[in-house]
């Protein structure tokens, strides 16, 4: 039977040794079966360049060992020694302002810088010979949170390698020129070593350069973490990963990111004075699913109050036991935080952790505790999928894209949108998977598109092809409009999708900010109005107030055996998003729960039902029948959830 990995960050080298004799004796009594080792201390295990100190590390991987703790050995690259810093100036970040950032701190530093490379490789190397082959060593956790401070650099030297990134890519100025459309403005390049990083500039640099400068400074780092990776991989056959930030880092392509790690890890903080931050965690499970294509481990979450956020609330009872089996729930087969032991010392000393300055007789503690035995009790959830009808498209190309400089209205938000649809589905009971916009959708009964502002013509081609085959489409505004160059698709607006909705679009009307235009088919839009001209499809719904009154705010286009509808204005859960859904979810043939509360949440993962309850008060949730997998109730008729509460059955009967 697999396990639930549990665990944390351990950072043994900022205690005396005595405190590694407890911090072990308390694993095992909260049933820690995994701890991250080693990812930031590289000034402490390689004192001077090619000097190396093992002797804390061979000493506390025995400990752990001894003990039935497994080790996920970080590389401590993402905080280089302050001798490598002094001995390379040059490794220095340099910010878009063009201001090399000073030391002192974890992550300033270039990614493209070599002398930075070959030492990270070598001290990936050094250590891969030592424990490739130690038993404890269960995964490699390359780096920390790639292009968390750094996502990209400004330098020469990272400029010279643009530029090398963009002659690979295009081959031939000419092409460059073309693709980028450096006819505007007259901005052409007679050849590669002309083409300046993005750094500070006037407003309105090109698009293009900005849209491949990020695909360059994404690449730039996968690079980094493969050098590492294939120097691991010459010594040890453990798994190597590196932890993701979904979805809160917008500058990582982590479609692209999932195909080089061996297991999808994902960092999640919740934003603790977000109303409904559950329904965000929930997101970011999805997409790590969604990016591993299927289990997952969170890397990092925690078990209380973080330290960065303007007010670091603190986790109410019950709320990380919530927060971790919602994780589970949606696939995360490992469950870790940052980090064991809360810091006396650094910047993070008043981040929560799962043993407290407080110690042991503590909310927390105790809390941790009883997460461990359930995780042992719930083993078996471990390796099953999460079942999906709904699939909404994600594409950080097209998050890129939407909130470059000068669109028609700054309230155009990649995921203001993705996240009002994903809220209303989630208060609808429907489990979604995320997917990128040139998958296969062949599986999904129903497919949204709230954000695809930048769509390859290859992607709208699939779309065309999922709805003629009979699937269910629904895209909302501003979608469709440019290529992944950020040019109009030829033609009226949404060039990619206009026969497959069966419209075009005369012309924008962004609307001031507040409250916009009601729709007489109930519902009242904000941000975005438009002048739609149906083609084939009909409305089904019309403004009837606002620059656009009269005419389609909502249409449905019948096309072979499926249907697109489209939406002209943003719609929330309370201002007819929901009923919008409900009529394609029912269209598509999607059943959803009845009777049960918004914040009720429901998984199926595999043979087991998660019933989370994000209210106070206790709720009974219908059937099927299945017996309780923490405490072996069987639930016949309704199954109580006590406020806060969770309850996992094991279904034993559809
Ligand atoms: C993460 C980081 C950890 C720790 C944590 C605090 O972003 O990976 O090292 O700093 O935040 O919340």
């Not at 079942?387 to 994600?394: P, Q, R």
């Not at 296969?440 to 779309?463: N, Q």
């Amino acid at each position: 039977m697999q396990t639930i990995r549990y665990g944390g960050d351990y950072n043994p080298e900022q205690w005396p040794e005595e405190t590694w004799h407890e911090d072990v004796r308390l694993m095992r009594e909260a049933g820690v079966n995994l701890v991250s080792l080693g990812v930031f201390n590289w000034g402490i295990i390689e004192p001077a360049p090619g000097e190396y100190d093992f002797a804390d590390l061979d000493r506390i991987i025995e400990l752990l060992h001894e003990a039935g703790v497994g080790v996920d050995m970080g590389t401590p690259t993402a905080s280089p020694p302050s001798w490598l810093r002094r001995a390379h100036p040059e490794i220095r970040l340099v910010d878009h302002e063009g201001r090399a950032l000073a030391g002192g701190s974890r992550h300033g530093v270039c990614p493209s810088s070599p002398a930075y490379l070959d030492a990270c490789a070598n001290i990936a190397e050094r250590l891969a010979e030592r424990y490739g082959a130690h038993p404890a060593v269960e995964l490699w956790h390359v780096h920390n949170e790639y292009g968390w401070a750094n996502a990209a650099c400004y330098c020469p030297v990272s400029t010279a390698a643009f530029q090398q990134w963009l002659a690979d890519a295009y081959g031939d100025i000419d092409r460059l020129n073309d693709a980028w459309g450096t006819a505007f403005w007259g901005l052409v390049y007679r050849a590669f070593d002309q083409i300046e990083a993005p750094a500070i500039a006037p407003p309105g640099v090109n698009p293009a350069l900005q849209l491949d400068w990020k695909r360059f400074s994404n690449d730039a780092h996968i690079a980094s973490y493969r050098l590492q990776r294939d120097a691991i991989a010459r010594h040890s056959q453990a798994p190597v990963t590196t932890n993701f930030m979904i979805p809160n880092c917008e500058d990582m392509d982590y479609w692209r990111w999932a195909k080089e790690v061996d297991v999808v890890a994902n960092n999640h903080y919740l934003i603790a004075e977000r109303p409904e931050n559950h329904i965000e965690l929930s997101m970011s499970a999805d997409l790590a699913r969604a990016v591993a294509g299927g289990p997952w481990m969170v890397m990092e979450h925690s078990t209380s109050a973080v330290n960065w956020q303007p007010r670091n609330l603190a986790k109410g009872p019950g709320e990380m036991r919530r927060n971790s089996l919602a994780h589970l729930a949606r696939g995360a087969d490992g469950l870790m935080f940052f980090q064991w032991r809360a810091s006396r010392v650094g910047s993070e000393k008043f981040h929560s952790a799962m043993v407290p300055h407080g110690g042991t007789d503590t909310r927390v503690w105790r809390e941790v505790v009883d997460l461990g035995g359930d995780l042992e009790r719930l083993a078996g959830v471990a390796g099953t999928d999460v079942e999906a009808e709904v699939a909404i498209l994600w594409d950080w190309e097209s998050w890129w894209a939407l909130e470059l400089e000068w669109r028609p209205s700054e309230d155009l938000r990649y995921r203001e949108r993705i996240e009002a649809y994903y809220t209303s589905l989630w208060k609808q009971h429907v489990t979604v998977d995320f997917a990128h916009p040139e998958a296969d959708l062949s599986g999904y009964r129903l497919v949204i598109a709230p954000a695809s502002y930048l769509l390859t013509a290859e992607a709208a081609k699939r779309l065309h092809g999922y709805v003629e085959g009979g699937g269910n489409l629904l895209v909302s505004y501003f979608s469709g409009i440019v290529d992944e160059h950020d040019a109009v698709h030829p033609g009226a607006h949404p060039g990619a999708l206009r026969e497959t909705l069966g419209l075009w679009v005369e012309e924008f009307h962004p609307l001031p900010e507040g409250a916009g235009p009601a729709l007489d088919s109930g519902g009242r839009g904000r941000i975005w109005s438009e002048r739609v001209r149906l083609d084939g499809a009909e409305a089904v719904g019309v403004f009837a107030e606002g620059p656009d009154a009269g005419h389609p705010a909502l249409t449905r286009h019948r096309l072979g055996g499926g249907n697109a509808w489209y939406v002209a204005t943003a719609l929330d859960h309370t201002t007819g998003l929901r009923e919008l859904l409900g009529d394609a979810l029912d269209t598509a043939g999607v059943q959803r729960p009845t009777g049960v509360p918004e914040h009720v949440e429901i998984i199926r993962r595999g043979r087991y039902r998660f019933l989370i309850n994000h209210t106070d008060q206790e709720v009974a949730v219908p059937g099927p029948r299945g017996v309780d997998a923490l405490d072996g109730t069987v639930h016949t008729g309704d199954i109580p959830v006590p406020g806060g509460g969770v309850v996992i059955t094991t279904i034993i009967e559809e």
